[in-house]
């Protein structure tokens, strides 16, 4: 969870390039949860050392990036989005613009997330040109 959150936070800054200095004091995360909490990116779903899943990444990631930096498109369904879930909205969101594709109409939002799959979504978040149509 905390490596999540501390990808998300120098996403945000790197976006804006606000120069915010994730300098630690004590507990090195601590700087990029309290700059997550700033942004309104982070609730508190799980603790630091804790394992993140897919959905709860879906929520941090939607959230690193104002609604101009992610394209509008058609949103997939994923037979496994409940639509009142709490995480369907971002689901929904990163579906439009390419960033999630998915798998055989699948997410898997509770399977813990990977950091390859980490690596694949903060590239399609970065560079418009590898999100999917």
Do not use: H
């Not at 490596?3 to 945000?12: G, I, P, Q, S, T």
């Not at 971002?90 to 055989?104: D, F, W, Y």
């Amino acid at each position: 969870m905390a490596e999540a959150v501390a990808v998300c936070a120098r996403f945000l800054s790197g976006y804006y390039a606000d120069g915010w200095s994730f300098a630690a004091s004590g507990v090195w995360y601590e700087p990029y949860y309290d700059y997550c909490r700033r942004w309104g990116i982070y609730v508190d779903f799980a603790l630091p050392d804790s394992p993140i899943s897919r959905a709860d990444f879906a929520i941090l990631l939607s959230r690193a990036l104002p609604e101009e930096a992610l394209s509008a498109g058609t949103a997939a369904d994923f037979r496994d989005v409940p639509a009142g879930s709490r995480y369907a909205a971002a689901v929904k969101r990163l579906a439009a613009s390419g960033v999630i594709l998915g798998e055989n109409g699948v997410f898997k939002p509770a399977s813990t997330l990977q950091r390859a799959e980490m690596a694949q979504l903060l590239a399609r978040m970065a560079d418009r040109s590898l999100r999917g149509k």
